[in-house]
């Protein structure tokens, strides 16, 4: 085949190797110790899915369903992978009694033409065929709307309109527990009363949380691509804002990301001047020894996949008709679940990030 492909930062040229590209994903699926991987096309409604289920060891395994138009299938299947292996570690994390999964519906180019509502019950039916082991829910590129249409075919959704809806404010409330908690560990301030937050991301998460700090009297600075998600948060909230790539510098206390993955790399970091990150985004790490560096310079790190699991944590209880009382107080439990990491980093003098993977892969087996 002789073509490239960079898999978990590994280039693989397949025609010295003798490794194709299936290979090296089937080799990255065994090094996170997956679990299954399903795909399904449909030529009739243009869907592709890709369904990758991590771990089934703590219950059925909910994650979000991801619409992107992918360059490559072998992009997509490393998505899902990647974003399986870190629901299992998020769920485990957050005591949830369920395993890790992830759907990537590869958008095809005339997607608009598509027939909407033929393509999300094919994939209702896909995620039915899997008897329960996977749950979906929405994720970026799916709404609430979607998951109604994908329940008309299966009863393994949850993030349907009955059902929560849109999960980013409860995302956001655990991001604010969480970075209150880095407050109180690293400046030993009992509330965000005056403390500087940079938000990177004035979207869903970011908005949600920019109001619930605003309203606890903490000094924001946001930034964005979009000028006018930005200028709704100057408007109604009364934020600073800087130009995007300004927030790396600012003289902060806290760096929020609630925009991209991979923000914290070997550049970033050590332009940061905060002694806190905390902040929504998935994949926050662009490699995970950068957990390290992070450390080494003395910034306390919320690990992504435990301060932004609100969402989940909601999701999961609605899915399960539990109560939704003791899933409010789980999502107030991020705090707690952050203070034990941040103690045991310390203590151990160890990454944050290292710690958390540690007790998940711990409940994990
Ligand atoms: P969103 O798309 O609503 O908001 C993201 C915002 O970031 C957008 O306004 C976008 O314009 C902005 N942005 C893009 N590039 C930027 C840049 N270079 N600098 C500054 N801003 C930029 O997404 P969201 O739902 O708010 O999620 C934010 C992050 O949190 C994502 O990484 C997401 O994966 C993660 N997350 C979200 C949830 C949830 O419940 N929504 C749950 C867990 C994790």
Not at 174 to 203: C, D, N, T, W
């Amino acid at each position: 085949m002789g073509e490239t492909v960079a898999v978990n930062n590994r280039t693989t040229h397949s025609h010295h190797s003798h490794h194709t590209l299936v290979d090296s994903l089937f080799r990255y699926a065994e090094f996170l110790k997956f679990g299954e991987l399903h795909v399904k096309f449909d030529e009739a409604t243009g869907l592709t899915a890709i369904i990758a289920i991590h771990n089934l060891k703590l219950g059925p395994a909910l994650g979000g369903c991801r619409l992107y138009a992918y360059k490559t299938a072998d992009k997509a299947i490393e998505d899902a992978l990647r974003l399986a292996h870190m629901m299992s570690f998020k769920a485990a994390a957050n005591h949830l009694k369920h395993g890790g999964a992830k759907a990537v519906l590869i958008k095809p180019k005339n997607f608009k033409e598509l027939d909407h509502d033929a393509y999300f019950e094919k994939f209702g039916e896909f995620v039915d065929s899997l008897n329960g082991r996977y749950i979906t829910a929405v994720d970026s590129g799916t709404n609430p709307q979607d998951m109604d249409i994908i329940a008309r075919r299966t009863p393994y959704v949850s993030c349907t309109t009955a059902l929560g809806g849109d999960p980013s404010p409860q995302t956001a409330v655990g991001v604010r527990r969480g970075i209150e908690a880095a407050v109180q560990f690293k400046l030993g301030k009992a509330s965000v009363e005056g403390v500087h937050i940079a938000i990177q991301g004035a979207g869903h998460v970011g908005y949600s949380l920019a109001k619930q700090l605003a309203e606890r009297g903490a000094r924001l600075t946001m930034c964005d691509v979009n000028t006018d998600a930005l200028q709704h948060c100057v408007d109604e909230l009364g934020v600073a804002i800087c130009l995007p790539d300004a927030i790396y510098d600012l003289n902060a206390d806290v760096f929020a990301p609630c925009a991209l993955g991979a923000v914290l790399n070997y550049d970033h970091i050590h332009r940061l001047r905060v002694p806190i990150v905390a902040g929504s985004a998935n994949n926050q790490l662009s490699h995970r020894h950068y957990g390290d560096l992070l450390h080494e310079r003395g910034i306390l790190y919320a690990p992504d996949f435990v301060i932004n699991a609100g969402g989940l944590i909601q999701a999961t209880a609605l899915y399960d008709h539990g109560d939704m009382k003791k899933s409010e107080q789980q999502i107030n439990g991020i705090y707690d679940t952050l203070l034990e990491i941040f103690e045991r980093a310390a203590k151990e003098n160890h990454s944050t990030n290292e710690i958390a993977e540690k007790i998940a892969l711990q409940r994990l087996g």
